[in-house]
Nanobody, 123 residues
Framework: QVQLVESGGGMVQAGGSLTLSCTAS????????MGWYRQAPGKRRELVAT???????NYADSVKGRFTISRENAKNTVYLQMNSLKPEDTAVYYC?????????????????WGQGTQVTVSS
């Protein structure tokens, strides 16, 4: 079974802050990388930030210095703290988790997507 629960989206004025969270519950699955992606109307889905199991992070240039990704491995939860929000941050934000299903000596790499949460930043 696969369940990714996202929360924290909403509406905020430019300069404001929001925190997104995503909790994954996936049977027989070892999570490696967790991340956030976003898709604005008429645009391709783009990477926002990722964090691997060791804590190594990557950010899109457009959010560096404003967004912070973190995770709590024991809770299988990833967070995205978004500060100094801009209208161009408006998008549907999707949680993504990547890893491997393990069965005996075999593993199968795959990833899963959350349903998305709307973030709207007004000017």
């Amino acid at each position: 079974q696969v369940q990714l629960v996202e929360s924290g989206g909403g509406m905020v004025q430019a300069g404001g802050s929001l925190t997104l969270s995503c909790t994954a519950s996936i049977s027989t699955f070892s999570i490696n990388t967790m991340g956030w992606y976003r898709q604005a109307p008429g645009k391709r889905r783009e990477l926002v930030a990722t964090i691997d199991k060791s804590g190594s992070t990557n950010y899109a240039d457009s959010v560096k210095g404003r967004f912070t990704i973190s995770r709590e491995n024991a809770k299988n939860t990833v967070y995205l703290q978004m500060n100094s929000l801009k209208p161009e941050d408006t998008a549907v934000y999707y949680c993504n988790v990547g890893g491997a299903h393990e069965s005996g000596y075999y593993s199968t790499l795959t990833d899963y997507w959350g349903q998305g949460t709307q973030v709207t930043v007004s000017s």
